[in-house]
């Protein structure tokens, strides 16, 4: 039960950033385009990022997370007419995947 839950809030996130990627100004700094020229420009050739995982939200959206070795990280979005936007990115990326749950940081 709390495993749908969490989904359901996840696939309402997702919707919720799609509409609201359509209704932010002009001037707000989202970087969109096609998914091949963000990854290979944008991510992999300025920051040396490749992809460590993905998602998908419902019937919305594919969700990319991309991290490179010096720690700086995106979030790529991509909708069902494969339009990308570039959602957040930041630095000091930590990986926690090998952390077991119930210890510190799991």
Same mark, same amino acid.
């Given at each position: 039960? !709390?495993?749908?839950?969490?989904?359901?809030?996840?696939?309402?996130?997702?919707? +919720?950033?799609?509409? !609201? =990627?359509?209704a932010?100004?002009? %001037?707000?700094?989202?970087?969109?385009?096609?998914? #091949?020229? =963000? /990854?290979?420009? %944008?991510?992999a050739? !300025?920051?040396e990022?490749?992809?460590?995982?993905?998602? /998908?939200?419902?019937?919305?959206?594919?969700?990319?997370?991309? /991290?490179?070795?010096?720690? &700086?990280? &995106?979030?790529?979005?991509? #909708? /069902?007419? +494969?339009?990308?936007?570039? =959602?957040?990115?930041? #630095?000091?990326?930590? #990986?926690? %995947?090998? &952390?077991?749950?119930?210890?510190?940081?799991?």
């Amino acid at each position: 039960m !709390a495993r749908e839950f969490s989904f359901r809030w996840v696939k309402l996130a997702a919707v +919720g950033a799609v509409l !609201a =990627l359509s209704a932010l100004p002009a %001037r707000a700094q989202v970087i969109c385009g096609g998914h #091949d020229y =963000l /990854v290979a420009r %944008r991510l992999a050739a !300025a920051f040396e990022e490749k992809r460590l995982g993905y998602g /998908v939200a419902g019937q919305a959206a594919l969700f990319e997370v991309f /991290v490179s070795p010096s720690g &700086t990280w &995106t979030i790529l979005m991509t #909708d /069902v007419k +494969g339009q990308s936007c570039i =959602l957040a990115a930041g #630095d000091g990326w930590e #990986d926690t %995947r090998a &952390t077991a749950v119930g210890q510190p940081g799991g």
